[in-house]
């Protein structure tokens, strides 16, 4: 693997996300990798090492023997996935409902940040079917209509300068797509019942 002197990137830092990927010379978004990660475990599925790294791997445009072999890739590429996974697993599944979706900061363009999020609900999307499948259909009506509106908040290729209105109306959907996302996670992973107290007895 190449030793460039570069600073740790946060996994929940676009900044820190997008320069690993520049360094990888991946054409596609950080933000759409994220999703897909949060749309697959929100959906029930668990993913052991080699199947996330097979994912990186189609995302970023490597074969997987090349993340092994680690040719001409960032050093910290695979322990970095590791931890996405990791962390993005225990954000979706903590009481305290603080996870965020990856998207870049309040200080790029508008159009910048509108596109990471249709990346991101890309993602989360596409994820979602592959692991959910068939059992999409059998979900609650709340969460059927807010597949609907993601699918359309997928496709906004562009919008007005972002003025102040455009700017509040942005921060309201990312919220919508946010709470959504531990909604869906919610409905998909019912909490483990807890054993019963020895000496108790099941009716």
């Not at 189609?58 to 996935?81: K, S, V």
């Not at 993005?88 to 910048?112: G, R, V």
Request: hydrophobic residues 40%; negative net charge; contains cysteine.
């Amino acid at each position: 693997m190449t030793d460039n002197a570069e600073p740790a990137a946060s996994t929940g830092d676009f900044e820190g996300w997008a320069n690993l990927f520049t360094r990888c010379r991946a054409f596609s978004h950080p933000s759409e990798l994220h999703g897909g990660l949060c749309g697959r475990l929100a959906a029930g599925a668990r993913l052991d090492q080699p199947q996330w790294f097979e994912v990186v791997c189609e995302h970023i445009g490597i074969a997987p023997e090349t993340l092994e072999q680690g040719e001409d890739l960032p050093a910290e590429l695979p322990e970095f996935m590791d931890d996405v996974y990791r962390q993005t697993l225990e954000q979706l599944s903590a009481a305290d409902m603080a996870f965020q979706p990856l998207l870049p900061e309040d200080d790029y363009a508008f159009e910048q940040r509108l596109q990471a999020l249709a990346a991101w609900v890309r993602g989360f999307l596409e994820g979602m079917a592959l692991a959910a499948g068939e059992k999409l259909g059998e979900a609650p009506d709340e969460i059927r209509e807010l597949i609907e509106d993601m699918v359309a908040i997928s496709q906004v290729e562009e919008a007005d300068d972002g003025d102040e209105t455009a700017e509040v109306q942005l921060n309201d959907i990312t919220e919508y797509v946010r709470l959504g996302v531990i909604s869906v996670f919610t409905e998909f992973n019912p909490p483990a019942k807890s054993s019963p107290v020895a000496g108790q007895t099941l009716h």
